[in-house]
């Protein structure tokens, strides 16, 4: 299976930031699981197996495909459009 046009468009991914947070998790008093990061705009948002889902959400309102996890260690892209895993 080859990668989605989305997963191959991506040159350089956008880094996870030093201390990464979900500001839509902040500003509402919530916690969250794990963090995504927008690879279209820089967006961190939390996941789907968070309460809020901020980075779904994220995805639904703006149409950027692709995001990575923030999480040490994991080196993978998701993309919302063809539902596909990459890494990179």
């Not at 989605?4 to 990464?20: D, K, R, S, Y």
């Not at 279209?40 to 309102?61: E, I, Y």
Request: charged share 10%.
């Amino acid at each position: 299976m080859s990668l989605c046009q989305h997963l191959q468009a991506i040159e350089t991914v956008i880094p996870v930031p030093a201390n990464p947070v979900c500001t839509e998790c902040l500003a509402l008093g919530d916690t969250w699981v794990h963090l995504r990061v927008c690879q279209s705009c820089g967006h961190v948002g939390c996941c789907d197996s968070s309460k809020n889902k901020h980075a779904t959400h994220h995805f639904q309102a703006t149409q950027h495909p692709v995001v990575v996890s923030a999480e040490p260690g994991e080196q993978w892209a998701w993309c919302y459009v063809d539902s596909q895993l990459g890494e990179y």
